[in-house]
Nanobody
Framework: QAQLVESGGGLVQAGGSLRLSCAASGIIFSIYDMAWYRQAPGKQRELVAR???????DYVDSMKGRFTISRDNAKKTVYLQMNSLKPEDTAVYYC?????????WGKGTLVTVSS
């Protein structure tokens, strides 16, 4: 069955960088739109960035210029490069794969940014 597994989270100081990875299995990865979401304590889950199956990307305005989403279809992996991290970026980051009405979610990876 479909599975998305995130990795790369951890503790980083403000201004630092992290690279998240999401490895997919059980799906035809290349035809899925992939995205990263995040959920901070006490807040709703929000979209961070999306990369379409054709490679087009879009970002939430507050992440533009700091975060970069990319994908490697051969490795069935989507990445999120996060630079200039801020304490308000602290959240659990989730990987999402979507094809039409089908949605798959990973279990998340925790990113903590200290001030």
């Amino acid at each position: 069955q479909a599975q998305l597994v995130e990795s790369g989270g951890g503790l980083v100081q403000a201004g630092g960088s992290l690279r998240l990875s999401c490895a997919a299995s059980g799906i035809i990865f290349s035809i899925y739109d992939m995205a990263w979401y995040r959920q901070a304590p006490g807040k709703q889950r929000e979209l961070v960035a999306r990369i379409r199956s054709g490679g087009y990307t879009d970002y939430v305005d507050s992440m533009k210029g700091r975060f970069t989403i990319s994908r490697d279809n051969a490795k069935k992996t989507v990445y999120l490069q996060m630079n200039s991290l801020k304490p308000e970026d602290t959240a659990v980051y989730y990987c999402n794969g979507r094809l039409s009405d089908t949605n798959y979610w990973g279990k998340g990876t925790l990113v903590t940014v200290s001030s």
